[in-house]
């Protein structure tokens, strides 16, 4: 009897899952299993949790919803807590496994953890095994290593887009043999240290965790409503469910997977029409892979205040009282207020939003970006690792910004796309 244990981190769904395909092939019984990791839910150097309520109560709708559909297979979620390290270990013993799947990582601390779980089965003979399944592009297929991966994005997507071809989903699987596994038993958000989430429904979007919600989302923005025919044109709005896809909170957590949203896409343009819009949904989504490439190929210099860059930038201080002037929307931009309200009320924002937050903090503010991307980590639902870390440094003027800094000027930015204050008048003016 060949048992296998799969690991599920950021990667909350049955279709196109490597991670759980590889096992199901090479065993006999597979033991799905997550673990609240105690380090996830530690206050950072920053002063910041690393998870907030918005996401913690993402990822337990995520994780429901795993169960859900694994026991509608015959298997089931074994939900632990405390250090995978040891958490893995114990189940690895107890289920006699000779295996423990999981999807690989990049970042320096997730990489670290990884490091410490598979150091810890050789001690049983147990071997972890992980495959790469959160891109658009398999690492594989690229035209080039790690460490040479353009530094400039659009080098980066001309090299991939002629030298690189997308793979096909990993299909569903149609049974999962498993152990017999006990019910649902998940921590509370109070168990977590956070507090329940109330939902403002001035809210762009009410976000629900879980693979299924993910592939309703997208299915109504691509067939229901066609909003993905207008995405480009919409895409730097700030109100609404549809000016943007929302898919990032689902794609975070790894309910949907890019390739699924490109085949998605590839279809619809099959069945409907193709234009630029469909097409730049694609391109943002290599956005996406491009910070995951850059994050691996520098896991370490992302969290320095320097970031990629080897001459110095110099930043003000921390400054307490002004960083929580912006933290809570009490800055003297009322635009920037705005978007700080709805991502401490929601747990979301804008695009465009996090792109002027972000550079008044750094450039107008002069204030370390790090405590930026670190309150970022805390509150956004969608928050990922490389995304969120690379796109801070990128508007700091330390990341992969070609033309060095660029400040907004976030009055002109106001005016541009706020024009007639229907967003400050939502988030200020309207409680
Ligand atoms: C300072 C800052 C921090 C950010 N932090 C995060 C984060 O933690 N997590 C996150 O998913 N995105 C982050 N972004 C990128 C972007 O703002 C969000 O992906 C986007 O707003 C999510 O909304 P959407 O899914 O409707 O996006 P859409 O416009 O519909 O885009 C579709 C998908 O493309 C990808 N994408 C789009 N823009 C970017 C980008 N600039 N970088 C990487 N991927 C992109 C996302 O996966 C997104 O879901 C950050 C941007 C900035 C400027």
Redesign the pocket.
Same mark, same amino acid.
Do not use: H, T
């Given at each position: 009897m060949k048992r296998s244990i799969v690991w599920f981190k950021t990667d909350l769904r049955l279709n196109d899952n490597e991670v759980l395909f590889q096992a199901i092939a090479q065993s006999d019984e597979v033991i799905p299993i997550y673990c609240f990791d105690d380090a996830h839910f530690k206050t950072t150097e920053f002063g910041f949790k690393k998870t907030g309520n918005f996401r913690a109560q993402f990822l337990i709708e995520s994780l429901i919803d795993l169960d859900k559909n694994l026991r509608a297979f015959g298997s089931g979620l074994i939900v632990v807590k405390g250090n995978p390290a040891i958490e893995i270990c114990k189940l690895a013993q107890q289920f006699k496994v000779e295996k423990v799947f999981a999807k690989t990582e990049i970042a320096y601390e997730e990489l670290l953890t990884q490091t410490k779980v598979e150091n810890q089965l050789k001690k049983f003979n147990c071997h972890l095994e992980t495959f790469a399944s959160s891109t658009l592009y398999h690492p594989n297929d690229l035209p080039f290593s790690v460490k040479d991966t353009p530094n400039i994005f659009t080098d980066f997507r001309k090299i991939v887009e002629r030298a690189s071809t997308i793979r096909d989903i990993f299909p569903q699987p149609t049974q999962i043999k498993s152990p017999s596994i006990g019910s649902l038993n998940l921590p509370s958000l109070h168990e977590l240290g956070l507090n329940d989430c109330v939902f403002d429904c001035r809210a762009?979007i009410e976000f629900k965790g879980g693979e299924t919600e993910g592939n309703k989302r997208l299915n109504y923005?691509l067939s229901e409503t066609h909003a993905i025919a207008s995405?480009k044109e919409t895409?730097n709005g700030m109100i609404g469910e549809n000016?943007?896809?929302? /898919?990032?909170?689902? *794609?975070?957590l790894g309910c949907l997977s890019?390739k699924i949203?490109y085949h998605a896409i590839k279809k619809y343009e099959a069945q409907y029409s193709s234009n630029e819009s469909t097409y730049w949904?694609i !391109? $943002?989504? *290599?956005?996406?892979? !491009? !910070?995951v490439w850059m994050m691996s190929k520098y896991p370490v210099e992302f969290f320095k205040i320097n970031g990629i860059k080897k001459t110095g930038f110099i930043f003000s201080k921390h400054n307490i009282n002004l960083f929580e002037r912006w933290k809570n929307g009490k800055t003297e931009s009322d635009f920037i207020n705005a978007n700080m309200l709805e991502l401490k009320l929601t747990g /979301?924002?804008?695009?465009?939003?996090?792109?002027n937050?972000?550079s008044y903090l750094c450039h107008d503010l002069k204030l370390d970006w790090r405590y930026?991307?670190a309150y !970022? $980590?805390e509150q956004?639902i969608?928050?990922?690792?490389?995304?969120?870390?690379?796109?801070?440094a990128?508007?700091a003027g330390v990341g992969n910004n070609p033309r060095g800094i660029s400040i907004f000027n976030v009055e002109k930015q106001a005016n541009d796309y706020d024009k007639n204050k229907s967003y400050r008048n939502l988030w200020l003016y309207n409680l």
């Open positions: 762009a923005y995405y895409r000016y943007s896809s929302k /898919f990032s909170a689902w *794609l975070a890019p949203i949904l !391109f $943002e989504l *290599l956005w996406r892979d !491009f !910070f /979301f924002m804008s695009n465009r939003g996090r792109q937050v972000a930026g991307a !970022f $980590e956004l969608d928050y990922d690792v490389s995304s969120n870390w690379c796109n801070w990128y508007v």
